[in-house]
């Protein structure tokens, strides 16, 4: 059976089995607005923000890939869920000591504070080495079948 999770979990075990470190991403906002979450900003603020503090703490031959979706919470605010993959030889630059890495942690800390530059802040962060591909794409795409 085929779900919008296959592509996901397939690229995602391909990672895995080539050695890279792949890490569960979600970023919370107070964007409560529909038409904000379905504009290209967020794309924008993913690729532009989040991803950019992320390549700032790798060398720069650092390949890096990810993917993303964004939900409303019950609350109303919309949110982040995404992959994150690093090769495992630049992993310590964002996982150190069972914990996200102090540098990453305070650049990501300061998207929680409003700028002319950014089009909403990002009040919560946790990103954190997947422990299931499957369950997290289940989980982030909200299939309602575990993968098969």
């Not at 989040?50 to 993303?68: E, G, M, N, S, T």
């Not at 996200?100 to 962060?125: E, G, M, T």
Request: glycine fraction near 2%; include cysteine.
């Amino acid at each position: 059976m085929m779900t919008l999770t296959t592509p996901l979990i397939d690229k995602y075990r391909h990672y895995r089995a080539i050695g890279h470190a792949v890490y569960s991403v979600t970023l919370s906002t107070y964007v409560a607005s529909e038409a904000v979450a379905k504009s290209d900003k967020m794309r924008h603020y993913w690729d532009n923000h989040f991803i950019y503090r992320v390549k700032r703490c790798l060398p720069f031959k650092a390949k890096i890939d990810h993917d993303w979706v964004v939900e409303c919470s019950p609350k109303g605010f919309y949110h982040y869920h995404g992959f994150l993959a690093v090769q495992s030889a630049y992993s310590h630059k964002i996982w150190r000591d069972n914990g996200l890495r102090k540098q990453l942690r305070l650049d990501l800390d300061s998207l929680a504070i409003k700028s002319p530059y950014r089009p909403f802040r990002v009040n919560a962060h946790l990103i954190e080495p997947v422990k299931s591909v499957e369950a997290w794409s289940n989980y982030s795409t909200k299939q309602s079948q575990p993968y098969t």
